[in-house]
């Protein structure tokens, strides 16, 4: 295969152990691969989110890619790629509350949910910042005005109601307008159709001249799926549900086994 160009990473999970934190030979192999490439964390996560991360591993002056491919942090410009339409939004909120499911909006820089519950303070602990409290009515009436809507939409609850969430959502008629993915077990994203990781990718290596045969990918969920298979080395974590593993070139060991390391040391920098 082509030399490796350019590292693109998925965070939780992948970079970060099961305590959300980065080990020191993670750390020191992430420092290394950003010396001789791109190193580019590909994340569901907020700018924010992705930021907090970027800033612990010395990387806040690499391309971000966020919400999954719908934002792009460039030279520390935000680049809108793409937004969920206000309508398709407005019919996830109203399933998220006959389902019982926990919702969260984002826009941009912004954290939004209508209650501090445990699945907020979950992620709020695993983020290291704060949601904005708002009824999301007065949101919806303020996209609609500026035709323009959230960036990510993300559904927290236990598996068997993210399941019947899911199937909802395939089966309503604005399944057209979302994307909807797994980033873990208890976490479904939802997103504007069409987005994805590998589409901001590749919007990014287009940028910087780079081909997605020198790319190497690294993730451990269904939303990484798609990345793994556009990128000329794709690989899973050791704990990846199996559609992630098949989808990939290459096996590495866990999340906490250092298994991100052991990718870049053996794909980037060729070492046993």
């Not at 950003?34 to 970027?54: D, I, Y």
């Not at 491919?69 to 410009?77: K, N, S």
């Not at 979302?178 to 590749?202: F, H, N, Q, W």
Request: glycine share 8%; proline share 5%.
């Amino acid at each position: 295969m082509p030399a490796i160009q350019m590292v693109c990473s998925d965070i939780d999970g992948t970079i970060l152990n099961s305590r959300h934190q980065a080990s020191q030979r993670t750390c020191t192999a992430i420092l290394r691969a950003a010396q001789q490439v791109p190193f580019v964390l590909v994340s569901a996560r907020s700018p924010k989110g992705v930021g907090a991360v970027a800033d612990m591993l010395g990387l806040a002056h690499q391309p971000m890619i966020c919400f999954s491919g719908a934002l792009l942090v460039y030279h520390g410009r935000l680049e809108r790629l793409a937004f969920l339409d206000a309508g398709a939004s407005a019919k996830v909120v109203q399933l998220c509350r006959a389902l019982g499911v926990h919702l969260s909006v984002y826009e941009g820089e912004n954290w939004f949910c209508e209650r501090f519950d445990p699945w907020a303070k979950q992620e709020a602990d695993i983020v290291g910042f704060q949601p904005e409290l708002r009824a999301f009515a007065p949101l919806a009436a303020q996209w609609r005005a500026r035709q323009a809507g959230p960036d990510k939409l993300l559904c927290m609850a236990p598996p068997a109601q993210l399941d019947r969430l899911t199937a909802q959502l395939q089966a309503c008629p604005e399944a057209e307008l979302l994307a909807v993915s797994r980033s873990k077990d208890t976490y479904l994203e939802v997103g504007a159709r069409g987005v994805s990781k590998p589409m901001a990718i590749d919007a990014l290596a287009r940028r910087l001249g780079i081909g997605r045969q020198s790319i190497l990918a690294m993730g451990d969920h269904d939303n990484d799926i798609e990345m793994l298979r556009y990128a000329g080395m794709g690989v899973a974590m050791g704990q990846a549900p199996d559609p992630v593993r098949l989808a990939a070139d290459a096996l590495t060991l866990t999340q906490d086994e250092d298994g991100a390391a052991l990718a870049i040391e053996r794909y980037l920098f060729k070492e046993k």
